[in-house]
């Protein structure tokens, strides 16, 4: 049974990714006021990707055919680490904040060398400022969540959502600081406004989608659904680290329907917090991007330096 809920939670993530990612348009195009698409808009253009056949160029070389595969593979085992509708289960073991990173650095590696693989000018760009942010961010996002793991004693996620369940709804500091450097981190890791804009494709603006200006067909739909996936699982460590309730705690039918109710009503509010973050900021200046992820740094460290003053020694 724990076996079979791990595959069912990570299949969960793979299907549902798409639908976060119509839902987000629609929440922008309706506070813009313009047309919406459908919510089932982004699985209707992966089919139609993955149905045409890439276009590849003669100058790439086996890593440029590779890395889509590769990158939505690491995106699945981070799907399976992080805890999505219930905490235990068999890889409660390996979820550990390390290891997700690990993975996200792993996905990152490679589409940045499938970026420089053709030699043109706008992959070696997206690649340069792909790794210049993530080189800021993840420090920003280890220290947020390190500030969650020392009031938990532990860096396994599944064991650090059930101290917080345990504990209760209590207010700490610590936390509050960490969530707002989490949602700053999201939206640089994720390519959102005010960082990147995945909607772009002006010179100046372009991080993300200059890395993948020459995938086509089925590869771009494996980078197109991997980069859902990876804003569903910031969104899903988002809802489950500081607003654990609802999470099942045991498989029963009950319990997990209410914890499957409880994640997505956690990632509709999140969607629309993120489309009028979006539609209310507009997009900074690439060398205004270090004071972006150092504040969000600086709130990590003021989050853990509030646990240790003011909540390590009650």
Excluded at 122 to 149: D, K, Q
Excluded at 218 to 234: C, D
Aim: with cysteine; charged share 10%; proline share 4%.
């Amino acid at each position: 049974m724990n076996g079979l809920m791990a595959v069912v939670q990570t299949a969960l993530f793979v299907a549902l990714s798409p639908l976060l990612m119509g839902f987000l348009k629609f929440c922008k195009c309706w506070l813009q006021n313009r047309r919406a698409p459908s919510f089932l808009q982004p699985y209707r253009d992966l089919l139609k990707l993955t149905y045409k056949q890439p276009v590849i160029s003669q100058e790439a070389s086996w890593l440029f055919c590779v890395a889509p595969y590769l990158i939505f593979t690491a995106m699945i085992l981070a799907a399976s680490v992080v805890p999505f509708i219930a905490v235990d289960q068999p890889t409660s073991a390996e979820a550990d904040v390390i290891v997700l990173v690990g993975f996200f650095a792993f996905a990152r590696f490679f589409l940045a060398l499938a970026g420089l693989d053709i030699g043109t000018a706008f992959g070696g760009m997206g690649s340069s400022r792909e790794m210049t942010i993530s080189s800021l961010a993840e420090p920003a996002m280890l220290m947020a969540v390190f500030t969650l793991t020392m009031t938990a004693s532990t860096t396994n996620l599944s064991g650090a959502i059930e101290h917080v369940l345990q504990e209760g709804l209590i207010l700490r500091p610590s936390f509050v600081f960490a969530l707002f450097a989490l949602i700053l981190v999201t939206m640089a890791e994720t390519g959102r406004i005010p960082v990147d804009n995945p909607t772009t494709h002006l010179e100046l603006t372009m991080i993300h989608e200059a890395m993948i200006l020459e995938y086509s067909g089925r590869h771009l739909a494996l980078i197109e659904w991997a980069s859902a996936l990876k804003l569903m699982l910031y969104g899903v460590l988002i809802s489950n680290i500081f607003f654990p309730w609802g999470i099942a705690e045991s498989f029963t039918l009950s319990a997990l329907g209410y914890g499957l109710l409880a994640i997505l009503g956690k990632l509709v509010f999140l969607c629309i917090f993120l489309a009028l973050a979006e539609t209310a900021v507009a997009k900074m200046r690439l060398f205004r991007v270090q004071e972006y992820l150092g504040f969000a740094y600086l709130l990590g460290v003021l989050g853990m330096l509030s646990h240790i003053i003011l909540e390590s020694t009650r």
